[in-house]
């Protein structure tokens, strides 16, 4: 239940577990008999779902006869695979069809007219997708270079199988599943990547299929059992044990403790637990015998394509002890996602059907031609959120106050509970402060999916919406033939509400981080939904989705944590211009409209900001843009993101322009020549050093940090308002003298506080304070 809350961040609306329990099965039954037998079952609980829940007919609420509802309208009712019934979709949609449900086969994702997870292979690659980040953070590039693998699942399950497939450079060292241990010591990737293949092609496969030709010197297949299985040399020197043979658990602990490069998790059960947690804790009593902590888990990198894999606990203890993975929900979501996906493109087509405007064999056809593309879609889910885990944990220790902050205004609201979730306590907290040590990235998996599913009940409760400029997110959710051939139908999706709401919620966090939006009302009093707004008319104004692109095509090609470096610049750009736009835009704000005001000039001071800034601004700018160069961006974006600093003025650059009908490089021009001219470049640059220890300092560094912009636009403005024309520093020039008491002040108490050396937040603001009085 816990892990299907937190993967309803990428679900439109949200998912439940729900299950059926057969009481009656034929007690010496063949697998046909009993196999029938469940599916009775299955229908009577899809029909008792269905005989509760309300329906729409001829477009309007119909609830079910002789019912009591204690609640509001929600005709909204969907079935998705999972173990057991990943065959059952084809049944459900029958009775979906006998009941005249308003879904149809909408009802059931998968089935015959659906997507087929396995032969999509779309969970495994989803959890690929985090497993490729974490080696990429290490150097390796797993589609390229031999890793070492131990694996929990065989050959003929879904994830397990796929997953074991999506690199041929994978060395499958050892791997068990409830049945048999396999154990291939010095493993060929290419020899053993074929037979691989052969069992997952083969129906019903087991280990005990691999053909022992294959396998390397010392290797085996042994049925679990055995009480006493023989160990060869080879295999001891794997496994570390000393014996001649050895237990199935004792084999099965050791394959669990080894140094390979990945383990990959795609069966069923709990392996690892923290040291401190009991095995009743863990609820897994099968498994007991096997189970080890996390401090004992050595694999570089987990993939938890599967599950429960991990207890939360004995996640939070392998990552504290530097082991890299994310969360089940983070890494297996897309098997879910997908069928989300197809539940929301059939409730878009499937009025088209009904009402004889598109064949229902044109239909199916379609679907399936947009499988890869409905695959790229989910898959840029996990590659964001994973992503996103990223850059969180590059700030982690640093920001730990800020996170403590968000956890405890979660909890007042009671959006979180701590203990449930495993977070730390404010003790806990407290001593990894000392230490140095940040959230670990299971612990930032539950904020930034928490913070998510906080949000997005805040938007759906607004009228962000409908907002018409968020109908871009609407069709960005579909794939590129439905958005081409059904423009309207989109705009009147039933559940268009709840996809931009969604969309919205995950571009912001996953860019933003899960403490964005509530420090953003702490400090500029806004509600939920205008910080909405106004960070996404910030992104398109900066046009923030194509540097993103620029930074992600460098996968492989520099090292991670500059991608990182290189984002993070780009959400404190984006953070300055949502507080910018809520605090001169505060009544009413438009995407569209901030969009036209903003995006040319802006875009015009973008081609020009080199050419334009002066003095520190100007050195500031060259130290960045050598140091994003020498690590490996390319030029262009090396600029790019060295200018992030300089562009915070860019919306009063834009405005002052507009107000003083010059050229927007004129005042950029100006605008640059006074801070340079009387010292106030040195200014913002010493706020810009200044360390924040909480939410507190940061709040007063960020009132710092604006209060110093509004000066320097104010003196822009004073600047551009006399007579005098002429170049930029000669107009300063003028102003310049004629400033005098003022600006002799000013520049006292410049020389003092530079002599000074050591700025604090007194310091810097009296020092603005002293320059205000040139701006009244």
């Given at each position: ?16 577990k729900?299950?059926?329990?057969p ?20 229908q ?26 204690r ?79 131990a ?37 060929d ?46 295999v ?35 392996y ?15 498994n ?15 993939g ?176 590129a ?49 205008p ?35 290189a ?28 969009v ?146 003022e ?10 506080m ?23």
């Amino acid at each position: 239940m816990k892990a299907q809350n937190v993967k309803n961040t990428v679900i439109v609306p949200v998912g439940a577990k729900g299950g059926f329990v057969p009481k009656r099965l034929p007690a010496s039954g063949t697998r046909e008999e009993v196999q029938a037998e469940v599916i009775a079952c299955y229908q009577t609980f899809i029909r008792a779902l269905l005989d509760l829940t309300d329906n729409i007919v001829a477009g309007r609420i119909a609830p079910p006869p002789q019912v009591v509802r204690r609640d509001g309208d929600d005709p909204y009712l969907v079935v998705a695979a999972d173990k057991g019934t990943a065959t059952f979709s084809d049944i459900a949609n029958a009775i979906s069809a006998d009941y005249g449900f308003w879904l149809g086969d909408a009802f059931a994702s998968g089935g015959s007219v659906g997507y087929d997870h396995k032969k999509m292979g779309i969970t495994a690659r989803g959890a690929w997708e985090c497993v490729k980040r974490h080696f990429r953070e290490i150097g390796i590039d797993t589609q390229k270079t031999p890793f070492t693998v131990a694996g929990i699942g065989d050959m003929s399950g879904d994830v397990f199988g796929n997953g074991m497939l999506l690199s041929r450079h994978i060395r499958l060292q050892a791997a068990f599943d409830h049945r048999h241990i396999f154990l291939d010591p010095d493993p060929d990737p290419a020899s053993s990547f074929a037979e691989r293949a052969r069992l997952f092609a083969l129906p019903r496969s087991s280990w005990d299929d691999y053909d022992r030709k294959k396998l390397s010197r010392g290797g085996g297949v042994f049925a679990r059992t055995m009480k006493s299985i023989p160990l060869s040399a080879e295999v001891r020197a794997l496994l570390g044990l000393e014996g001649a043979s050895a237990t199935p658990n004792e084999i099965l602990r050791a394959i669990l403790r080894l140094p390979v490069d990945l383990l990959w998790n795609g069966g069923i059960g709990t392996y690892v637990k923290a040291s401190a947690e009991t095995n009743a804790e863990v609820g897994d009593r099968a498994n007991d015998g096997l189970r080890i902590n996390g401090r004992n888990l050595r694999a570089k990198v987990v993939g938890e394509g599967g599950n429960l894999g991990l207890s939360q606990r004995g996640r939070v203890e392998y990552a504290l002890a530097q082991g890299r993975l994310n969360t089940d929900f983070i890494d297996n979501s897309a098997g879910v996602n997908t069928s989300d996906v197809e539940v929301n493109i059939k409730i878009l087509l499937n009025p088209l059907v009904h009402e004889r405007k598109l064949a229902r064999g044109d239909r199916n056809r379609l679907l399936a031609r947009m499988t890869n593309e409905v695959a790229a879609l989910v898959l840029r889910n996990n590659y964001l959120q994973s992503q996103a885990i990223s850059t969180l944990e590059l700030q982690s220790a640093a920001r730990l106050r800020e996170y403590q902050h968000l956890i405890r205004s979660l909890e007042r609201s009671g959006d979180l509970n701590r203990a449930l979730e495993f977070l730390p306590s404010d003790d806990e907290l407290a001593e990894r402060r000392k230490n140095s040590v940040g959230l670990s990235r299971p612990e930032l998996a539950i904020l930034l999916a928490y913070s998510k599913i906080w949000l997005n009940n805040h938007l759906l409760a607004s009228d962000v919406p409908e907002d018409p400029y968020l109908s871009a997110e609407l069709a960005r959710y579909f794939p590129a033939p439905v958005r081409e051939r059904f423009p309207r139908a989109i705009s009147h999706h039933r559940l268009r509400r709840e996809i931009i709401a969604t969309a919205t919620t995950n571009s912001l966090i996953n860019r933003m981080g899960p403490t964005f939006v509530p420090r953003a009302q702490e400090d500029t009093g806004a509600e939920a939904a205008p910080i909405a707004r106004a960070y996404t008319a910030a992104r398109e104004i900066f046009a923030m989705r194509a540097v993103w692109e620029q930074i992600e095509k460098l996968d492989n090609k520099v090292p991670a944590q500059l991608q990182y470096e290189a984002s993070f610049q780009t959400s404190r750009l984006l953070r300055h211009a949502t507080y910018w736009l809520l605090t001169w835009r505060p009544r009413g704000l438009q995407v569209d409209a901030a969009v036209r005001e903003f995006r040319a000039g802006v875009q015009e001071l973008e081609t020009v900001i080199c050419g334009v800034i002066t003095g520190g601004e100007l050195a500031r700018f060259e130290e960045a843009r050598t140091h994003y160069l020498e690590a490996g961006l390319p030029p262009t974006l090396a600029a790019r993101i060295a200018s992030v600093e300089a562009l915070n003025a860019a919306l009063d650059i834009v405005e002052i322009s507009a107000a003083h009908r010059v050229s927007v490089a004129e005042a950029a021009r100006v605008y640059f020549e006074v801070g340079s001219r009387i010292g106030f470049d040195w200014l913002r640059a010493q706020i810009e050093k200044l360390t924040v220890d909480g939410p507190w300092q940061a709040i007063a560094r960020t009132g710092l940090r604006d209060g110093a912009l509004r000066v320097q636009r104010r003196l822009t403005e004073r600047v551009l308002a006399r007579k005098g024309r002429g170049s930029a520093p000669d107009r300063v020039n003028a102003w310049v003298e004629a400033a005098g008491k003022e600006l002799a002040h000013w520049q006292r108490t410049l020389t003092d506080m530079r002599a000074a050396g050591a700025s604090d937040f007194a310091t810097l603001t009296v020092g603005l304070e002293a320059v205000r009085k040139l701006a009244n």
